[in-house]
């Protein structure tokens, strides 16, 4: 029984510290930024440049573009997949679509910098993109005969004209100008301009509660929950409270809740960019430059969505909730069962199976990040804990190359669209790619020197694109002799 307790109090508290400290200023602005993806830019704008007739570099990168727009794991992104591809894109910049989705979306590279640091971002975000077209280009030669005899007249829905209203594009800029402010640690977010103290003596009692309720170990990567996280909490819960009566209806339009429900997460976002410590006389509150800067933005979303029409803007909400209703409940029974593991799993397990940057490190990395699934950003707390438990960067920067990628449910639901055979090769190269960015990775990381790390980026290149260029002649050769 104490056993059990101990591994439900690890859960618990990992969950705990989770919510306080990772959900508000990253996740809850790229929820919006999801929901306005998905109702405010018309799918003609983004599908046109999926056309096999497309020039490959307009099409691949535009693929990839797409795919980061969209906050959804992999099991939600193979239905888009299949929508795109069977309306007439072609297999290799849907593949890309597929690929970068869930590892590159603007939501998992912020999640990323926040729980990882910005450098293992923009080492996920580079090697997604270029691996994610390298894999697609790689599957159009291999399996050209097979795009080639696809259904051509869909392509005609890609050349559909479509335009993004300015009120639109001000909503998504402001909407990521929000989420840039409340994540990045720069030195004009992180000053303080002012202090004050709040006449709260009960303050430093309850940071020391809460210490006894949720117990944790720096040195492992374990955080504790502070006065300030205990206050976002109960914010969190109330905007999901009024959020459940003011937006599930909201395409009947608003009512009082939904005014109230949008009104919390302003003032809760703005609580977050406070730095609140308590001591003995009392709760002092610095105001920082994000507290500004989360402000500004703030009027800026404002002042943009009162110019969409109203259609237009309640289907912005509604997509924002269908976003929180489909991952967010996923996403905290996963960070608690994350919590339970962390319990059980021994350091010297991972120190011994990916503690180098070796081919059994990273390929022991990609076998979990295929046969382990879990939900969208999911994998980033877990590999956190892999990270703080002993795990080699590199072997970690291939798990995350490769879990948002492939799940067992994600693989069938593809051989339904594209073939097993197909598909077998998409599951190789993803392996293949995966391990080679996380030797990569891990070799930066080692130190090693970056003229050998060049060269030897350079070599893949060039063995890649010799591959291309092998595949390119056989299907040219194979189209002379038809």
């Not at 056309?51 to 570099?57: K, L, Q």
């Not at 050349?159 to 100008?177: C, F, M, Q, Y």
């Not at 002092?284 to 703030?298: I, N, P």
Request: contains cysteine.
């Amino acid at each position: 029984m104490n056993d059990l307790l101990h591994l439900l109090n690890g859960g618990a508290g990992n969950l705990a510290a989770y919510l306080a400290a990772h959900v508000l200023l990253c996740l809850l602005p790229a929820f919006f930024i999801a929901g306005a993806m998905a109702a405010l830019i018309p799918k003609a704008s983004i599908t046109r440049f999926l056309g096999r007739s497309t020039a490959r570099y307009i099409s691949y990168p535009a693929a990839a573009a797409a795919g980061s727009l969209l906050a959804v794991c992999s099991c939600t992104i193979v239905p888009l997949f299949a929508g795109i591809y069977r309306k007439g894109a072609g297999l290799g910049p849907a593949i890309t679509f597929l690929f970068f989705a869930p590892a590159g979306n603007i939501m998992a590279l912020a999640y990323t910098g926040s729980i990882l640091g910005a450098e293992f971002a923009a080492a996920r975000f580079v090697l997604c993109l270029l691996f994610g077209i390298g894999i697609g280009l790689l599957m159009a030669l291999l399996f050209w005969r097979d795009d080639a005899s696809h259904d051509a007249q869909t392509d005609t829905l890609f050349a559909d004209k479509a335009s993004i209203t300015p009120a639109a594009i001000g909503v998504l800029l402001s909407s990521v100008a929000l989420l840039i402010a409340g994540t990045l640690k720069l030195w004009p977010l992180t000053t303080t301009v002012a202090t004050f103290t709040l006449p709260l003596p009960w303050a430093e009692a309850w940071q020391a509660t809460l210490i006894q309720w949720v117990p944790f170990d720096a040195a492992k990567g374990e955080e504790g929950v502070s006065v300030q996280g205990s206050l976002l909490i109960v914010l969190l819960l109330l905007i999901g409270a009024t959020a459940w009566k003011g937006l599930e209806n909201i395409v009947e339009g608003a009512n009082r809740w939904t005014w109230i429900a949008l009104g919390l997460a302003a003032t809760t976002l703005g609580a977050a960019a406070l730095r609140l410590t308590p001591h003995a006389g009392g709760l002092q509150v610095a105001l920082t430059g994000r507290v500004l800067a989360v402000a500004l933005t703030l009027w800026a979303v404002l002042r943009y969505a009162r110019r969409l029409p109203a259609d237009d803007w309640q289907a912005w909400l509604w997509e924002s909730w269908r976003f929180v209703k489909q991952i967010f409940g996923l996403l905290v029974v996963g960070v608690f069962v994350v919590g339970v593991i962390r319990q059980l799993i021994q350091p010297e397990w991972i120190q011994g199976l990916a503690g180098k940057n070796n081919l059994q490190g990273n390929a022991v990395a990609v076998v979990f990040g295929v046969f382990m699934y879990f939900p969208t950003l999911v994998e980033v707390p877990v590999a956190r804990m892999f990270l703080d438990l002993g795990m080699h960067p590199g072997p970690l920067l291939a798990y995350l190359m490769a879990d948002p990628e492939l799940s067992l449910q994600s693989m069938l639901m593809v051989a339904a669209v594209i073939g097993r055979a197909k598909t077998a090769a998409y599951v190789g190269l993803v392996a293949g790619f995966s391990i080679c960015a996380g030797l990569l990775y891990g070799a930066w990381v080692d130190g090693v020197n970056p003229l050998w790390l060049a060269l030897g980026l350079a070599a893949f290149a060039a063995l890649l694109a010799a591959a291309l260029a092998g595949l390119h002649r056989r299907q040219r050769r194979a189209i002379q002799n038809v």
